[in-house]
C-alpha cells in the first residue's frame, strides 16, 4: 500500500549548520503529490511546502526540497539552521482515499537546534 | 480567525465511558478528518468524510465512529472509551484543488482515558 518513511526520529545540531530529513515514498501512483508539515512545540501540524513536479525545486520560509520520483525521495532542506526551526516535521503523501483524497504521513522528525 | 475549531481543548474520560470530540471548519472545506498523535507512529488516519451525510473509515477506525451531520461539523465518538485511545487528536478539513489536497488542522484535544 502506500506509504512515507523518514528515517531520523532525532535531529539535533547547532545553529547555523545545515540540515537535512529524509523522506522516502511509495505509492502505485505515478502522480503523487508530496508535502511538508512543521509542527511546533503546542501546536497543530502547519504547511510548510509542497510539490507535485518531478525534479522541480520548492522553497519556503528558507526550506527547500525537490520531488525525485526515479528515487520516490522528497527530502527536506535548509542551508543554515535556526533556534525557531526546533519543531516536529512530517512528511505526507496525498492519495486517492475511498472517494475522496487523504494524507498518510510519516511518522515524524524532531529537530533540535541549540546555540 | 481559526478556521478549524475542536473542542473540548482537554478531555479526561474513564473507561467505558463515550467521548465526544466536536470539529468545526470555516474554510468550506468539502472533506474533513480526524488524526490521532502518538510519539513513534506520526499522525494516524482514524476517519475521514468528503461531504455532509458520508463518512469513511481510515487506516484505525477500530473503536470509533464519526459523524458529518453538515458542511461545518465533524465528531469523533468514542463509545467505549479504553486507555489505549488516551491521545492526542486532531481534526483537520482538507482542500482538494487539482487534487493536491492540503489540510488545515485544528488546535488539537488531549484525551486522556483513565
Known amino acids: 500500500g502506500d506509504s512515507v518513511t523518514q528515517t531520523e526520529g532525532l535531529v539535533t545540531l547547532t545553529e547555523g549548520l545545515p540540515v537535512m530529513l529524509n523522506c522516502t515514498y511509495q505509492?502505485?501512483?505515478?502522480?503523487?503529490?508530496l508535502f511538508w508539515y512543521v509542527q511546533h512545540l503546542n501546536e497543530s501540524p502547519r504547511l510548510l511546502l509542497k510539490?507535485?513536479?518531478?525534479?522541480k525545486r520548492t522553497e519556503h520560509q528558507g526550506f527547500h526540497a525537490t520531488l525525485h520520483k526515479s528515487s520516490s525521495s522528497f527530502h527536506l532542506q535548509k542551508s543554515s539552521a535556526q533556534l525557531s526551526d526546533s519543531a516536529l516535521y512530517y512528511c505526507?503523501?496525498?492519495?486517492?482515499?475511498?472517494?475522496?483524497?487523504?494524507?498518510?504521513f510519516g511518522t515524524g522528525t524532531t529537530v533540535s537546534v541549540s546555540p | 480567525e481559526a478556521a478549524v475549531t475542536q473542542s473540548p481543548r482537554n478531555k479526561v474520560a474513564v473507561t467505558g465511558g463515550k467521548v465526544t470530540l466536536s470539529c468545526n471548519q470555516t474554510?468550506?472545506?468539502?472533506?474533513m478528518y480526524w488524526y490521532r498523535q502518538d510519539t513513534g507512529h506520526g499522525l494516524r488516519l482514524i476517519h475521514y468524510?468528503?461531504?455532509?451525510?458520508?463518512?469513511e473509515k481510515g487506516d484505525i477506525p477500530d473503536g470509533y465512529k464519526a459523524s458529518r451531520p453538515s458542511q461545518e461539523n465533524f465528531s469523533l465518538i468514542l463509545e467505549l472509551a479504553t486507555p489505549s485511545q488516551t491521545s492526542v487528536y486532531f481534526c483537520?478539513?482538507?482542500?482538494?484543488?487539482?487534487?493536491?489536497?492540503?489540510?488545515?488542522f485544528g488546535a488539537g484535544t488531549r484525551l486522556s482515558v483513565l
Open positions: 483537520a478539513s482538507g482542500d482538494t484543488g487539482r487534487g493536491q489536497n492540503t489540510l488545515y
Open positions: 505509492t502505485i501512483y505515478s502522480n503523487p503529490f
Open positions: 510539490s507535485f513536479t518531478d525534479n
Open positions: 505526507a503523501l496525498s492519495v486517492p482515499y475511498q472517494g475522496g483524497r487523504a494524507l498518510i
Open positions: 474554510n468550506n472545506h468539502n472533506n
Open positions: 468524510s468528503y461531504g455532509a451525510g458520508s463518512t
